[in-house]
């Protein structure tokens, strides 16, 4: 079997996607795992002109940095393409190209104010404020 | 519900995240299409195959019951999948620049939309091409006598038996990139006939020889200065295919270089492969007492060639009984490519190899990013009795 690799953007114009890392997993309260479309993660910040952000999931605040990946990382789409003879065959899209990530490699730190957006248990979880509907 | 709206509307994708400015924020949130899409993978690589990529030049090849391969024009890799305990949120870019928000005044806040959580990462391992199974499937049905006087009677189209193999056949089924598929037809002495990638029956190719011999001594033609087309002329009306006679004589002679206007092509009888041909042919039925086997040497040679036992290297092995020496064909051209099935056939041939002998047989194997004597190390227990004596490989 032989599968091509196609590139549909051509050269130079492979739209870059970004990876924000964290370690675990982020959990959405149990009521809402099944929609949890267009909810709210956590907040992105970068809070000085240095490359470091910070991502506040509910009552938790990660630290991390952002890097440039050492290999690039390509985003591949598998597609069943029509053959003249009605079989179907597997080609391999190139969508998109990953050269950055934002990497949150530390342990979560309380944050210990009030927050304005409740969230809810669990060690990461995401806040219900944004649910649609 | 506003909320929702005001979301979309400013869904600002992965550019936003990139270069976030300081002292500002972003919202991360599962886009409207979060799933696990199973269809987007990810495949980490080296920036210098980008350009392979972009031009389209890479693909995978492999047999469903085998693991994938990735292949550039030159070169193979093998897939492999690391996974990562890392919760990695993928974040395309926004579909539509356009509608993208960079609109700070409105008071809403850009959002970044992540659309998987990757479970690992696709790498990259360059291997070496899978080239046995080129060989295998090739000398299923070598090309022979009875199929050359066949073609001469009729059916000439109806040969298309399953067993046969078109360059778009051999790309699907063998794991490796094009010019390494190309240069294993090369090694294996393959060509192309009626479109089907074929090897020669052993036979078959010492046949051609020594009807090509015959004639250098019936024409009086000198074997350092054969006439191409003249030769070829000749083994076509003795019934050898035209092609097939070409590819013969391509595999026994080394081009000479033209020296000025010359009307044809001349070609020169290359000494080792000639009289490694005819020592084959000698020793086809297996075993035989050194001293008989040098006398038919010599007399099969033609007038001008000079065999020495060194051209036999990687061809057969010697054996001592007694104070007689035997020798059996034993060729390196016949073993696996793959370095373990390779040592596994060498210590079951012998136990215990000097490294005179072994070398022909293992200086062929390659592996990328393997020295021959990590091989050796990987793969045999050198021993050497004392500071002086040769040392001599076992299996490990």
Avoid at chain 2, 364 to 386: F, I, N, W
């Amino acid at each position: 079997m032989l599968i091509q690799v196609k590139c549909s953007c051509g050269e130079r114009h492979c739209p870059e996607w970004a990876i924000v890392e964290l370690q675990g997993t982020v959990e959405a309260q149990p009521s809402l795992q099944d929609r949890i479309q267009n909810l709210q993660i956590g907040l992105l910040c970068r809070p000085s002109s240095e490359e470091s952000y910070t991502l506040v999931v509910g009552y938790h605040e990660l630290t991390g940095s952002k890097q440039r990946l050492k290999k690039p990382i390509l985003v591949l789409k598998k597609m069943e393409v029509e053959d003249d003879s009605d079989s179907k065959r597997v080609e391999l899209d190139v969508i998109g190209v990953i050269r950055h990530k934002i990497l949150f490699k530390t342990r979560p730190k309380a944050l210990i104010s009030s927050r304005p957006q409740p969230a809810a248990k669990g060690k990461i979880s995401a806040p219900a404020s944004s649910v649609p509907n | 519900m506003d909320n929702l709206i005001q979301q979309t509307a400013c869904s600002a994708g992965a550019e936003a995240v990139l270069s976030l400015q300081p002292s500002s924020s972003i919202s991360l949130t599962y886009h409207s299409l979060f799933g696990s899409h199973n269809d987007l993978m990810l495949l980490e690589l080296d920036d210098r195959l980008l350009p392979d990529i972009l031009r389209q030049r890479i693909t995978l090849r492999g047999q469903p019951d085998e693991d994938a391969v990735l292949c550039t024009s030159s070169k193979t890799y093998a897939v492999k999948f690391v996974g990562t305990s890392n919760s990695m949120l993928l974040i395309p870019p926004s579909e539509d620049v356009s509608r993208s928000c960079n609109n700070k005044d409105d008071g809403s806040m850009a959002v970044a939309s992540v659309l998987k959580v990757a479970p690992g990462c696709m790498e990259l391992v360059e291997v070496a091409p899978k080239l046995d199974e080129l060989k295998l499937l090739l000398s299923q049905n070598p090309y022979s006598f009875g199929e050359a006087s066949e073609m001469d009677t009729s059916d000439v189209g109806e040969k298309t038996g399953s067993d046969l193999y078109r360059w778009e056949d051999l790309v699907e089924r063998i794991q490796a990139s094009d010019e390494e598929l190309k240069m294993g037809l090369q090694s294996i002495s393959a060509v192309e006939i009626d479109g089907y990638w074929r090897i020669l029956d052993d036979g078959y190719m010492h046949a051609i020889l020594s009807m090509l011999l015959h004639n250098v001594i019936l024409n009086n033609w000198s074997v350092d200065a054969l006439d191409e087309d003249e030769v070829l002329g000749m083994l076509e009306a003795d019934g050898f295919p035209r092609n097939i006679a070409k590819h013969c004589l391509q595999a026994y002679c080394s081009e000479v270089d033209d020296e000025g206007v010359c009307v044809s092509r001349q070609c020169k009888l290359d000494e080792r492969r000639v009289c490694v041909c005819l020592a084959r042919e000698i020793l086809k039925g297996g075993k035989m007492k050194l001293e008989i086997f040098m006398q038919k040497w010599m007399r099969k040679l033609p007038d001008g060639m000079c065999a020495s036992f060194e051209m036999l290297e990687g061809e057969i092995l010697t054996e001592k009984l007694g104070i007689e020496t035997w020798l059996y064909p034993f060729s390196v051209s016949s073993l696996p490519l793959t370095p373990a099935e390779r040592f596994a056939i060498l210590f079951q041939q012998r136990l215990k190899w000097e490294w005179k002998d072994l070398q022909p047989y293992v200086r062929d194997l390659k592996v990328p990013g393997l020295t021959s004597e990590a091989l050796l190390l990987k793969y045999t227990r050198r021993s050497q009795p004392t500071a002086e004596a040769e040392p001599v490989f076992s299996a490990r």
